[in-house]
């Protein structure tokens, strides 16, 4: 039985992650941090298959001992403050954990090693958001990084260090520029799910008002059930590469309100939608659209749900979930 250690497993992706790697027949572990983590207990009952392992990005000791114990064939590193608003107030914070915690669960891997026979494969959770300023349209593997964020910023050191890995130690480390990928376990602080959620409590009446920044920002959305096959295909290919996630289709914001309210029969949201200058950036990202053709043609991997799909299954889902806590209340 192949054996996979995931950081970030309370996380939408690795969630998703776990969910297919125990479908492929992996034994799967998930690395968790904190003392009393609120969140893994959650995940635990709807994945009991998880073997959590604890361990902090921040705590290289504490990854070579989540290795040793985890002793697994492939390690998909997902762990990071990703939360770009966020990472501008926390810019230190998210520099140690989605930069440094790369290079530090890289050494792990390296310390820990693997039968020389079978490395240890490793997979790093790049992003779109290295782009930031995008220098051409669509992006792909080859497009310069101008990144807007101190998210970003820490996201390039960590691919750059994967890319330096690979060819200084030849260890078989590649790393997926995912774009934004989104779905029912999407955090409530990221715009889809913020939307969709918002949506699901006014048709339900159980909010009048949705405040929102930026809605003319343009986004490459996939679905995350989708794009955590590629991650896996990546570390059955016959050799370490970067790869470009995306669905090819950008959209506003803007037509992600049109959508989601459209779904619960609102075909105008003005009346509930305010814009507030507190949830714009300090620099934002303009536009995102990504070129996966060189996953298409190597991994075979293309996206299966489409962007109508992906806001419609997110509304439905938020409805549900919403019903059913307030019914609780009643
Ligand atoms: P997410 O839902 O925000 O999950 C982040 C995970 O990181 C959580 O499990 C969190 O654990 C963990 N984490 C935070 N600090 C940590 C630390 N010090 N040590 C160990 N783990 C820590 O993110 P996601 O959407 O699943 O994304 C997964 C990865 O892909 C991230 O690296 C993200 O930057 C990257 N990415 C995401 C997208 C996207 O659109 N979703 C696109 C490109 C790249 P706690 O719950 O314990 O805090
Ligand atoms: O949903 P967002 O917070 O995602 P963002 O910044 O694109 O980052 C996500 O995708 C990246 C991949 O490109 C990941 F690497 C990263 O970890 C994360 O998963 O914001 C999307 C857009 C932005 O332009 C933002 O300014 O929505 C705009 N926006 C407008 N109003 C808002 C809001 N974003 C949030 N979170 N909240 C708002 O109220």
Redesign the pocket.
Known sequence: MPRALVTGITGQDGQHLAELLHGEGYEVFGMVKGQNNPRIAGVLEEFPFIEPVSGDLADLSSLVKAVEVAAPDEVYNLG?V????YSFSHAELTADISGLGVLRMLDAVRMVGGATNNPIRFYQ?S???MFGEVREVPQTELTPYHPR?P??CA?VFGHYITMNYRESYDMFACSGI????EGPRRGL??????ITNAVARIKLGLQDEL?????D?K??WGYAGDYVRAMWLMLQHDTPEDFVIATGETHT?REFLDLAFAEVGIDDWSPFVR?DPK???PA???L?IGDASKAKEKLGWVPEVSFPDLVSMMVTHDLEHEAAKAHLHD
């Not at 990703?82 to 608003?85: D, I, K, L, N, Y």
């Not at 602080?189 to 913020?194: A, D, L, P, Q, S």
């Not at 405040?211 to 809605?215: R, Y």
């Open positions: 990071a990703s939360f770009v608003a959770a992003t779109s958001e964020s998210y970003g996201k995912l774009f934004n990928h602080e990221f715009v889809t799910r913020k405040v929102l920044g930026n809605l920002a986004r490459d914001i814009q949830f714009l950036r934002e990202v303009d995102l």
